[in-house]
Nanobody, 123 residues
Framework: QVQLVESGGGLVQAGGSLRLSCAAS????????MGWFRQAPGKEREFVAT????????YYADSVKGRFTISRDNAKNTVYLQMNSLKPEDTAVYYC????????????????WGQGTQVTVSS
C-alpha cells in the first residue's frame, strides 16, 4: 500500500512558476515509476509526465515538454514537478500516481493516486 500526498499548488500569473511535490508513504517508493496527471474542469484526466524507478528516464506530454520537469528523490520518498512558463491552459487539478509496471501514458497502469492539488494560472 502506498499513500501519496501532493502539495505546492496555488494561484500564479501566466509566465510564472510552481513546484509541486508528492510525498509517498511506505518503504517501496523506489519500486514504482511515478507520474503526474492533470484534470481540468469538464475534461478527462490527462498524462503530464512520468519518471522511471531510478529517475534515469523521463517522458512528457507534448503540451508541457520544455516547460515542466519531473524529478524524484528516492531517499525522501518524494517526486516533484517543476512547472515553468505557466499558461492559463495549465489550470487543472494535478495528481501524482504510482505505477508498478505498465505503459506510462495508460491511466490504469497507475495503482495509487494522491488526492490532487489545484493549480490556477491567471492571464
Amino acid at each position: 500500500q502506498v499513500q501519496l500526498v501532493e502539495s505546492g499548488g496555488g494561484l500564479v500569473q501566466a509566465g510564472g512558476s510552481l513546484r509541486l511535490s508528492c510525498a509517498a508513504s511506505g518503504h517501496t517508493f523506489s519500486t514504482y515509476a511515478m507520474g503526474w496527471f492533470r484534470q481540468a474542469p469538464g475534461k478527462e484526466r490527462e498524462f503530464v509526465a512520468t519518471i522511471s524507478r531510478s529517475g534515469f528516464s523521463t517522458y512528457y506530454a507534448d503540451s508541457v515538454k520544455g516547460r515542466f520537469t519531473i524529478s524524484r528523490d528516492n531517499a525522501k520518498n518524494t517526486v516533484y514537478l517543476q512547472m515553468n512558463s505557466l499558461k492559463p491552459e495549465d489550470t487543472a487539478v494535478y495528481y501524482c500516481a504510482a505505477n508498478p509496471g505498465g505503459s506510462y501514458y495508460y491511466i490504469p497502469s497507475y495503482t495509487y493516486w494522491g488526492q490532487g492539488t489545484q493549480v490556477t494560472v491567471s492571464s
